[in-house]
């Protein structure tokens, strides 16, 4: 089996770790009621890889993402598409003036909304048919294409793009990521939130950060390394303060960091130190504690 990182094309990886595609078949079934035998019936186990030059981390085989009735699926998840996300927010500060900005990804358009509402000329893209449909029937100019049909007739026609959440989805990011700075203009801006690969999410057994969910994890690292393969500076990047609703996994994922040593202390000990430290962090301590997402700004060279 040779591997080759998505970014670079090389075989510079190294093997993390080794996944059972029946299990995760079955824990989805348990955990979310949804049969994704579809998604992985190419193997009977895939692999998480990290990029020795770039530190991304991948999985591979690279068939093995989500289909589109994968995603209409978790729709029926009301967490799933959040109407407001911390990324949102700091978008909103960037996309300054008289500009045309285009989302990718947008779901049911939640982003479009807010920044339409502050004045900005926004279009949105998505492949689900179901959250394209509604957001059209809530007015906002969203359409079901693809980033290939807009290059056709849109290059290097927009001053930012944004993509939340939508990056580690993908099998191929190099090639997505290419065709995102095709249709900036020169100086434009490219803004990117994703799961943070260095957050507490690393410590987890997390079915949505894995196939058929997920195929990438990024950090700081990978994102900076792509200004040697695509005409892009980093200009910021911004680490989401922890989120309230994700303190209980955060601090399992704690648990399981320290896990050797905290077997070697009494269990009560542990267990007041655990409760002592969620105590904090729902007083506020979550503010100034790293969570999930990773927001990063890119400026077209």
Request: contains cysteine; glycine residues 4%.
């Amino acid at each position: 089996m040779k591997v080759k990182s998505p970014l670079t094309g090389h075989d510079s990886v190294t093997l993390l770790q080794t996944f059972s595609a029946q299990k995760i078949i079955s824990d989805w079934q348990k955990l979310f009621d949804i049969d994704i035998n579809g998604e992985l019936s190419s193997c009977s186990d895939f692999y998480l890889f990290q990029c020795n030059i770039t530190g991304l981390r991948f999985f591979y085989p690279l068939d093995i993402f989500g289909s589109a009735q994968l995603y209409e699926k978790l729709m029926k998840f009301e967490w799933y598409y959040m109407s407001d996300k911390w990324e949102y927010q700091i978008a909103l500060q960037d996309l300054q003036g008289d500009r045309i900005a285009l989302e990718i990804g947008c779901g049911h358009g939640h982003f479009v909304a807010q920044a339409s509402q502050k004045g900005i000329q926004i279009e949105g893209i998505d492949s689900n048919d179901r959250a394209v449909l509604e957001a059209q029937q809530s007015g906002l100019n969203v359409h079901r294409r693809s980033i290939e049909d807009l290059l056709a007739q849109k290059k290097n026609q927009y001053d930012y793009l944004c993509s939340f959440q939508v990056l580690e989805h993908l099998p191929n990011p190099l090639e997505f990521l290419k065709n995102c700075t095709d249709l900036l203009k020169r100086d434009g801006k490219l803004l990117l939130s994703v799961p943070n690969a260095n957050s507490f999410l690393k410590y987890q057994y997390n079915l949505l950060d894995m196939p058929p969910h997920h195929m990438t994890q990024w950090s700081v690292r990978s994102f900076r390394a792509l200004e040697d393969f695509l005409p892009l500076k980093l200009e910021n990047s911004l680490f989401e303060p922890l989120a309230e609703y994700h303190i209980s996994g955060y601090l399992q994922a704690k648990e399981n960091q320290f896990k050797e040593i905290a077997s070697r202390l009494p269990v009560p000990l542990v267990k007041s130190a655990i409760n002592k430290y969620e105590s904090f962090l729902r007083k506020g301590l979550n503010r100034y504690t790293k969570g999930q997402s990773l927001y990063v700004k890119f400026r077209k060279k």
